[in-house]
């Protein structure tokens, strides 16, 4: 009797791919980034290895680590997101404007910010997977249209956030801050989906070879939707942490931290594919770590910011190149 395509198993190249992806790289590049921003920084008297500069390098990790995470799960899906940016601008918006200073209205606020993001990434993903509409333009069209609702009703700080709330983005837990602590767990609970779940796995899958994917009976379509579903909660949470640092919501706190290139530029220093199918969270974490240390020495010698930007570039730049050599070797 002919097996069912649910009976078969999954493509051994997506298990390949996975099991060959390894941060390791990302994680010494990261090591050498480090050590020499160290000694840069000593050479002009700088104070780079000091608890409050490592706890600054952290907390410059956070926004950016949590859109990143997301990012990483719809790239290796074999798509993208270019909307978060002003996923991140909704959700901090609809955060203050809901809580309005007012300290029981924390939770409903955090909530709503979340549930925007969702729909977003729920709307993304449909607009993908139905209506055929390739992620690029998909994404891109859906930033456009929150764009547009953000800035035709806020030009300025909307709402307010209560002062209690503000610990999430200024207070320590142990020498912690405990926006670092939710990132971490952001990370742990995504890296736990990817590496030991049922939806990690057909991920790969689909990134790695979608028309084997689907003729191994995998539901390529909810697959991707969920993807870009977490990738947009992410990028909510992301607003929520940059609402308790700023006491409000901004139509232009999203955009102007660039979060859809730089987490692109993360995902790719990480070292997974832009094809998808192959990498790892772990590198992303890193690759984020290496351009928060980046901005911490330039931001210390107070140097030029295009200058900044530059180097971040070869970097990033450098480190793919070297991925690429690697990948044809073997």
């Not at 921003?37 to 409050?52: L, P, Q, S, Y």
């Not at 991920?203 to 539901?219: K, N, Q, W």
């Not at 929520?240 to 859809?260: N, Q």
Request: proline share 4%.
């Amino acid at each position: 009797m002919n097996a069912s395509p649910a009976d078969l198993p999954l493509p051994r190249t997506s298990l390949r791919r996975r099991a060959e992806g390894t941060s390791l790289p990302v994680w010494l590049v990261f090591a050498l980034v480090f050590v020499v921003a160290w000694v840069a920084a000593g050479t002009r008297g700088g104070d780079f290895g000091t608890a409050d500069n490592l706890r600054n390098i952290a907390l410059r990790s956070v926004a950016l680590g949590l859109v990143a995470v997301g990012q990483t799960v719809v790239v290796l899906a074999g798509s993208l997101d270019l909307s978060v940016a002003y996923v991140v601008s909704l959700s901090a918006v609809a955060c203050s404007v809901v809580m309005t200073g007012q300290t029981g209205l924390i939770v409903p606020g955090v909530l709503t910010a979340l549930l925007l993001g969702v729909a977003v990434g729920l709307a993304n993903g449909l607009v993908i997977t139905r209506l055929k509409v390739n992620p690029f333009i998909a994404t891109l069209g859906v930033s456009l249209v929150l764009r547009g609702l953000l800035n035709a009703t806020f030009d300025n700080f909307a709402g307010a956030v209560p002062e209690e709330f503000q610990a999430l983005g200024y207070d320590l837990v142990a020498g912690i801050p405990v926006s670092v602590v939710m990132l971490v767990a952001v990370v742990a609970v995504t890296w736990f989906l990817l590496h030991r779940t049922p939806f990690g796995h057909h991920l790969y899958a689909v990134g790695g070879d979608p028309e084997s994917a689907r003729m191994s009976g995998i539901r390529s379509g909810r697959v991707l939707v969920f993807a870009h579903v977490l990738c947009a909660l992410c990028s909510a949470a992301s607003g929520v942490f940059l609402a308790s640092r700023l006491g409000a919501g901004a139509p232009w706190v999203g955009p102007d931290g660039g979060y859809d290139l730089e987490s692109i530029a993360a995902v790719v220093l990480g070292g997974t594919a832009l094809t998808g199918g192959r990498g790892r969270l772990l590198g992303t974490v890193a690759a984020v770590l290496i351009l928060a240390v980046v901005d911490s020495v330039f931001n210390q010698f107070q140097a030029d910011p295009f200058l900044r930007t530059l180097v971040r570039g070869l970097i990033i730049v450098g480190a793919v190149a070297l991925y690429a050599y690697r990948g044809g070797r073997r």
